[in-house]
């Protein structure tokens, strides 16, 4: 999935430019207001950041390519984005790459992960507007729905970050018990880590 969309990422730039420009004014002004709503979400006005939301709004739109909070966090920003199945994938990524390929996979997959994000993040968007314009039947409740689903998730990011870091122990605790770990890394700095003395 994940592959795909590197693929489709330059595709989908120039798709969003030719829709942006072959609608109406007033549907642009319409696409904003809907995409506005699905960045900030239900959050209180007070909790609301406008520079924020604008970078959010650019990136959608294919003006930013990298997220700086996706390269520093990951899956962790992308499940707090409520971008869960994306996030799920990533995650698997990082899980299955960085103990064999250490500090390396971790570069490669931050770069990845920041560069990603808003390709995944525009069609997740994109899914919800479609999906509200066709389940609701005034613009209110329009409104609501994409608020509803949009916006960000607290409660998944440190979901996220706790599963995450479960499973990264896990798989340290695997690659311990199989040997693997010692194999890698020699005899002294094992026996160092893990002496009793």
Known sequence: ?????????????????????????????????????????????????????????????????HSAMSAYLGPIYWAYRKCVFPAVALSLLYLICVPFFHWFAVILLDFLASSLFFRVYRKRAEKIICKAKMSQPTREALLQYIKRNGGTSMPAAILAASLLTVAFLLVVMLLVWSGLLQAWYGNELFALLFSQG
């Not at 506005?36 to 003006?63: C, Q, S, W």
């Open 1 to 65: 999935m994940i592959f795909n969309l590197i693929l489709e990422g330059s595709i989908l730039r120039e798709k969003n430019q030719k829709t942006q420009s072959s609608i109406s004014p007033k549907e642009q002004e319409q696409l904003g207001v809907f995409l506005r709503a699905f960045v900030e979400g239900n959050d209180h006005p007070a909790y609301l950041h406008p520079d924020k939301t604008n970078t959010m709004l650019e990136g959608i739109k294919g003006n930013i390519r």
